[in-house]
């Protein structure tokens, strides 16, 4: 017995209306500062007025790979607004702390760093709804049951995962990424490719995720470099919102696979933005998995409509292709790319491997390394060299 797990999804140019369709009394709106600046908080705030919406208080302290402290902070407000309606607003670290908040505000017993695949009954449901609005195109988050969560103290991130913290409502709405940066773009959009590649081929992949994956990555490979060259391009900026979504979908209901550990350590340690990272150690995790999805790696060349030449495998086209992309999109193909010293790199390396092993993506991945290859692995990446091992 398998689930498949999805919230509403509303979608398309002006899906942000749905918002003055929802009825609350008290709404709290979580999201960063950047947000607010960009103005995209006023339009939350426009279609709840227009749902009759009492008070509306709003914590906009959110950083990148939120810590369990901001969380703990913003449910502190939270409990004084008493909501029944929590709105989260922004990219994958706030929609990702929305949830946590959401968590802990509904079940004060659970620490949200306790959140785990196999507790019974978070107790969620009963006091509020959970909207995520996503102003980014990559994580998913606001379609998944999953919250990563940056441990300051023990230079780790907290991989959190119940069916049961999935939001209620995602709105996709593409109006919503257009402030987005060329470089942010690029990122998520990375994240979003990873995430339909290790969400096909990793062990737990299955008949409902497989078609989210695939149509996912083919989005991506044809829209992303516009969507990064031309924010203003909006139907490149609605297909990657509508990509980043399909493909959080698909992976959070098959789970990720190496790339992910190996993204998660490097962003913990080097604090990398995820995208970048996830997206950098892709190839790299393709070349690794190799034989071990060779199948997979034919149906995902012929999906990118790349031939797999002579003396070639079907994960080294896939592989390059990748690459290639990320060149096109000025992401970085090697660890020393992204301005890490050497020396630092060495310093940290024992950190990177206890991350690596102790990630629950890499339970899944079709080939597991051991404590030698993963360090054989990042030395690979570090240096741009293919993995020939």
């Known amino acids: 017995m398998w689930y498949f797990v999805a919230p509403l999804v509303v979608f398309g140019q002006d899906a942000m209306s749905h918002l003055a369709e929802l009825k609350a009394k008290s709404a709290f709106i979580v999201t960063d500062k950047n947000i607010v600046g960009l103005g995209l908080v006023d339009r939350v705030r426009e279609q709840l007025t227009l749902a009759g919406t009492e008070t509306v208080g709003v914590f906009d302290e959110v950083e990148p790979d939120p810590s369990v402290q901001t969380v703990q902070k913003g449910v502190s407000l939270m409990q004084a607004c008493e909501p029944d309606l929590i709105v989260s607003v922004g990219g994958g670290s706030v929609m990702d702390a929305g949830k946590a908040m959401r968590v802990a505000y509904e079940s004060p017993d659970v620490r949200p760093e306790e959140i785990n695949p196999f507790m019974p ?22 379609a998944t049951f999953a919250v990563v969560l940056s441990d300051r103290e023990d230079h780790m991130k907290l991989s959190l995962i119940n069916r049961q913290i999935v939001p209620d409502i995602a709105i996709v709405d593409p109006e919503m990424a257009r402030a987005m940066p060329p470089h942010v773009t690029a990122d998520t959009g990375m994240d979003a490719l990873t995430h339909a590649v290790e969400g096909y081929i990793c062990s737990w992949r299955n008949d409902f995720t497989d078609g989210l994956c695939m149509k996912a990555l083919q989005l991506v490979l044809r829209y992303l470099p516009r969507a990064v060259r031309d924010g203003n391009d909006m139907e490149a900026r609605e297909k990657m919102h509508n990509a980043a979504c399909i493909a959080g979908i698909g992976f959070i209901n098959a789970l990720s696979a190496m790339a992910h550990a190996a993204g998660h350590s490097l962003g913990a340690v080097f604090n990398t933005p995820h995208g970048r990272a996830v997206g950098l150690c ?10 071990a999805a060779e199948e997979l790696w034919v149906e995902i060349a012929h999906a990118m409509r790349v031939p797999v030449p002579a003396g070639w495998t079907a994960a080294a086209v ?3 292709t990748i690459r290639e992309l990320a060149r096109e999109i000025n992401q970085p193909l090697c ?7 050497l020396h630092a790199f060495d310093r940290a390396m024992d950190k990177l491997i206890d991350n690596v092993m102790a990630d629950g993506s890499l339970i899944v991945s079709p080939r597991i390394p051991d404590v030698a290859e993963t360090d054989r692995f990042f030395r690979y990446t570090y240096e741009g060299r293919s993995i020939d091992f």
């Open 335 to 341: 660890i020393k790319e992204l301005g890490i010293p």
């Open 121 to 142: 009954d978070l107790g969620l449901g009963g006091k509020c709804k959970l909207v995520c609005v996503s102003t980014t195109s990559g994580t998913g988050a606001e």
């Open 282 to 291: 892709l190839p790299y995790t393709i070349e690794f998995v190799g034989e």
């Open 318 to 320: 896939v592989a390059q």
